[in-house]
């Protein structure tokens, strides 16, 4: 599909949250368009290896358990309702995909294993359940822009074909948002194309952020290699170069603490914690892990290895756009956001990490950012009659006399968010330090040229990154406290009066204000 098109939904991003909104809404009786950045069905964090998934059976007790342990990791700022609303909608979600044919593993009692999901045969069933229900998928196909109509509403968006000098345009009368995180191109497997794209043209639109803050999530990794699987480094001794254990690292917040050795030099990891029977459960789980040892011949669980920690930012974090109802939408109208894309506040409050919620989170939203965009599309009228406009912004359009170099502005954004001391343990003087470099980047990328259509994804790319960083950084200057994930060396400790969500949004000025703190007590858990 080629040129100009209408349709009811158009969903950007075919990773979980997207396929699952796409299959929704075209359940729903809606005429749905998917454009994805890459190839749907196995581009992505989740379409590159295995993961958990937060799938607890419908018992009470069972429940509670689940939702106050996450609760109290994520620092009492999730919402118990939207917790609940996930934990019932994948359920159903998992056992919809058990009868379309995913072979789930048997326990040794027989009964089907449901909490957890390999990637690549995960999405590659989503994209022919989509196929199938009529949706017309655009591979490489990212979209630049956002269009909307005289009243504000988003009405479609354009973009380009990556493998071909060519632009579509779509008009649409819902869009959903579901083009994942930002993790800044640090290598991490799957996360190379999610640089933060769908909250770019969110914010030229007018749409809001929520805990943002809470977006300096770096994963283990081996020094040679993209994996950032880090369930198997529980089974693991770190060491310094010279060989000796290096003290809290396989405990809790062990992470922070090989932060601390990696600003001094090497460190080196060996598995040598599982017994033959685990390192064999091991390879059939995640066998992704072991290709790069494999191919570099070195045995994880015999020998020793160096180890890096790579930034996965939103991905592994909870910020993303903020959403206003239980259809997902944003506060923007015509627009709705799934998966990474939106805030996991709701369900993990300032704390997440691979898979688990963020699994059951894309399944649920993008099932109910479906829905909602298709029952818009219903009320709305029809999409032609419309008199729209292009939102885009920087790299799309301006008048500076000089183009914009994306490698180098890229350069500019991880020399400001992937070092350990500015990022993971932050300080207000720091932040602010990098906020200036950023700032002035961005008043910079403003007036440059318009990029030229096959150097205008990677110039996007590169503007998101750097709209993100800002408004990560605004928003962990406002929250002076250490809550969850987020670590304030000048706040160490948690204040109760900040126990409440931070929105956040702007582009040429970001601002961040306190939004109202979730009713609890009667909900059951912690007040």
């Not at 379309?100 to 593993?105: K, N, R, T």
């Not at 017994?275 to 992704?288: E, I």
């Not at 015999?302 to 909870?318: A, D, I, K, N, S």
Request: hydrophobic content about 40%; overall charge positive; aromatic content about 8%.
């Amino acid at each position: 599909m080629a040129g100009d098109f209408d349709t009811d939904v158009l969903v950007l991003g075919g990773g979980p949250a997207g396929t699952w909104a796409a299959l929704t809404a075209a359940s729903g009786g809606a005429r749905v368009v998917l454009a994805d950045k890459g190839f749907c069905g196995s581009s992505g964090a989740t379409a590159a290896a295995g993961t958990g998934v937060w799938y607890v059976p419908p018992d009470p007790a069972k429940r509670q358990a689940a939702m106050d342990s996450r609760d109290t990791l994520g620092g009492h700022l999730a919402d118990p309702a939207w917790m609940a609303r996930v934990l019932d909608r994948t359920w159903h979600g998992v056992n919809e995909i058990a009868a379309w044919g995913y072979p789930f593993p048997l326990d040794q009692d027989g009964a089907p294993r449901r909490n957890s999901l390999q990637g690549p045969e995960y999405m590659r069933l989503m994209r022919r359940r989509v196929k199938g229900a009529g949706v017309r998928i655009m591979d490489q196909a990212p979209a630049l822009e956002l269009l909307v109509d005289e009243h504000g509403a988003v009405a479609g968006a354009a973009g380009v074909y990556r493998q071909k000098d060519a632009a579509w345009t779509g008009r649409a009368k819902a869009v959903v948002i579901a083009t994942g995180g930002c993790a800044f191109l640090s290598n991490g497997l799957g996360c190379n194309v999610l640089t933060g794209d769908g909250y770019l043209m969110a914010a030229e639109v007018g749409a809001e952020f929520s805990g943002m803050e809470f977006s300096n999530a770096y994963a283990i990794a081996p020094a040679f290699a993209s994996v950032t699987k880090t369930l198997f480094y529980n089974w693991a001794t770190f060491t310094a170069p010279s060989g000796a254990a290096i003290p809290g690292a396989s405990s809790k917040g062990g992470r922070s603490v090989i932060a601390r050795w990696l600003q001094r030099g090497a460190v080196y990891a060996q598995i040598d914690k599982a017994d033959g029977a685990t390192q064999a459960t091991m390879r059939v789980a995640q066998p992704n892990f072991f290709l790069p040892f494999d191919r570099a011949g070195i045995d994880p669980f015999t020998q020793r290895f160096p180890v890096t920690l790579r930034l996965e930012g939103t991905v592994r974090g909870t910020g993303g756009l903020r959403i206003i109802d239980e259809s997902c939408a944003t506060s923007v109208p015509g627009l709705y956001a799934a998966g990474d894309a939106a805030t996991r506040e709701l369900i993990c409050g300032g704390f997440t990490g691979g898979g688990s919620h963020n699994a059951a989170w894309a399944m649920s939203s993008g099932h109910w950012a479906g829905r909602g965009a298709a029952d818009h599309a219903r009320a709305s009228g029809p999409v032609t009659r419309r008199a729209v406009h292009r939102s885009g912004g920087a790299a799309l359009v301006g008048g500076g006399g000089f183009a914009m170099d994306p490698q180098a502005l890229v350069r500019v954004v991880q020399s400001q968010v992937f070092p350990y001391e500015t990022n993971y343990f932050r300080t207000g003087d720091r932040l602010e330090k990098a906020l200036t470099v950023l700032d002035d980047h961005w008043h910079e990328a403003r007036r440059a040229s318009p990029a030229a259509r096959s150097e205008a994804s990677k110039a996007r790319e590169a503007v998101a990154m750097l709209a993100t960083a800002r408004w990560m950084y605004r928003s962990a200057l406002a929250r002076s406290e250490t809550r969850g994930m987020h670590r304030r060396l000048d706040h160490t400790g948690t204040d109760p009066t900040q126990r409440h969500a931070f929105a956040s949004g702007g582009l040429d000025k970001v601002w961040v204000r306190p939004l109202p703190p979730v009713e609890r007590a009667e909900q059951g858990l912690a007040a």
